[in-house]
RNA sequence: GGAGGGGUAGUCUAAUUGGUAAGGCACCGGUUUCGAAAACCGGCGCGCGAAAGCGCUUGGGGGUUCGAGUCCCCCCCUCUCCGCCA
C-alpha cells in the first residue's frame, strides 16, 4: 500500500508513475473525491464529538445534585448529537471503504531505476554468467531423462492428485534434498542468514500484509476450514509477517532470513503453458531469502539479495543471467525486480529460477512492521525484499538437463556430492 | 475438546463494581551544571487541521447506555490443569 498522504500530496506523480505499469489511473479520480468526502466526515465528527464529551459528564454531576430536569435536557441534547455522529460515522465509513478498495489494489511506484515498458519485451539483461553446456547432441528434456532414469514420476503424481504435481523418487528425491541442504548451508553458513522454517499454512491478515490479499485470492488454495487459511505460494509470507504489527529495535536491522518450504499456487490462468514437466506445478520446493531494512539501504541490498541468490547458480556451473524488469512485467507490490534465469538446453532458452524484489515499504505500511531509527524518534516503515535462492524444482530441471551426457547419464555438480553420499552420477 | 486465569500506548502496572485511561521505567527536549548525574518542567500511540485545537485508541467485532477498560454476545491470542495425539 502507498502512503496516503503522499499520493494526496503527489497526486500527478503518482498517476505518471503508475501509468508506466499500465495501471489504469482512472481511479484515482474518485480517490480525490472520497478522500475529501472522508476527511470533511472526520471533522464534523470531532466538532459534534467535543460538544458531547463536554456535556456527557456534566449528566452524572447533575444527577447526583439532584437536578434530574437539567439532566434530561442535557441527555436529549447529546442523544440528538449521537445522532448525527452515527450519520458521519456511517459516511466516514463508507467513503473509507471505497477509499481502501482503491488503496489495496494500487501498485507499489516502480523505482526510478526500472526500464519503463508495457511486457517482458522491455526487460532487460545486466548481466550474463557462465556458457551454455556444449553437448554435442540435441538435448532431452528433464520429463523424458526424470523417466529414463526413474526418478520422477508424473503420472503417479496425476493419479494421487491430479495433474501439474511433482512426484521425484530415488537419486531424483535425493537431489531435490541434497539441493535444499545446500542451499540453505551456503546461505546461512556464507552469507549471513538466520535459518528459519516458519508455518506453511496463514492466515489472511499474512497474506494482505504481503499484499496476495485482496486482489489476487485466484492465485491461491484455500483450505476449507473454519477460519480462512490459506497454503503459501511462498515462504515470503510467513516470514515477512513474523514481525507484523511490530516495532523492531533499530540495531537489530537488517534482519535477513533464509526460509526452505514448499509453496503452492492454483495457477489459475496459466491453463496451456508449461504443461509439460515440473517447470509450472501446484506445489514446488524453495529456499526463499527475506530481509527487513532500513529505507537508505534497500537498494544496495537488492544487489546483494541478487548476487546472493546468484552464487548458488555459480556453485552449481549452471549459465545464467540477471535480468531487471520493465515496469510493465513485475509483481504489483513491488517497486524494483531482478529475475534470475537459468539455461534451459531443451528449451534453448533462459528460464525464471528467482525472482528478487524490493518492496520499499509497500508490504511493511500493509503489515505495520517498523523500527525506531534512534531512541525517541518516531517509529518509521522498514524496506522488505525477497528473492528466491532458489526455486528447487527448477534448480533440479536446470541440473538434470544442463547435466545429461552423451551415453543418457546424468553427472552431479560438483558441489552437491556430499550432499548425496558421494554420489557422482545417474545412470 | 473440557475447566479456570489473563490481554491496557515501546515496556511494566493502576482505574470507587458504569462517570470519560492515573502512574513508574525507558526514551526525547528544556532548566540547572565547567561537564555529567540527580532534581524539576514539558513531551513520549494514531488521525484531521496552516495553527490554536479537536477527535479516535484498553486483543478484534457487535450490543446496552447520555456515558463502557468496567455490563452482555461472538471471535482471536496467551498461561495453568485435564483429555487426546506425532
Known sequence: MLDISYVRENLDEVRRRLATRGFDTTVLDRFE?????????ITEHGDLAAERNRLSPEIGALMK?????????????VKALKEQIDALDAERDAAEHDLNEIMFGIPNLPHESVPVGKDESANVEVRRWGAA???????????????????????RAAKITGTRFP???????????????????????????????????VNSDSLFGTGQLPKFEQDLF?????RPYYLIPTAEVPVTNMFRDEILEADSLPRKMAAHTLCFRSEAGSFGQDTRGIIRVHQFSKVELVWCVRPEESYAVLEKLTDDASEILRRLGLHHRVVALSTGDFTSSSAKTYDIEVWIP????FREISSCSNFEAYQARRAQIRYRPEPGAKTQFVHTLNGSGLAI????????????QADGSILIPEALRCYMGGLERIG
Open 222 to 226: 484455500k483450505l476449507d476450514y473454519e
Open 393 to 404: 524444482g527448477r534448480t533440479w530441471v536446470a541440473v538434470v538437463e544442463n547435466y545429461q
Open 346 to 349: 531443451s528449451q534453448h532458452t
Open 33 to 41: 473525491e472520497l478522500d475529501v468526502r472522508r476527511r470533511r466526515a
Open 133 to 155: 553446456p556444449e553437448l554435442g547432441f540435441e538435448p532431452l528434456d528433464h520429463v523424458t531423462l526424470g523417466e529414463k532414469h526413474g526418478i520422477l514420476d508424473l503420472p
Open 65 to 77: 445534585e439532584g437536578k434530574n430536569d437539567e439532566a434530561e435536557a442535557k441527555r436529549l441534547r
Open 167 to 201: 512426484l521425484t523418487l530415488g537419486a531424483g528425491a535425493l537431489l531435490e534434498r541434497a539441493l535444499m541442504n545446500f542451499m540453505l548451508d551456503v546461505h546461512t553458513r556464507e552469507h549471513g542468514y538466520q535459518e528459519v522454517l516458519p508455518p506453511v499454512i
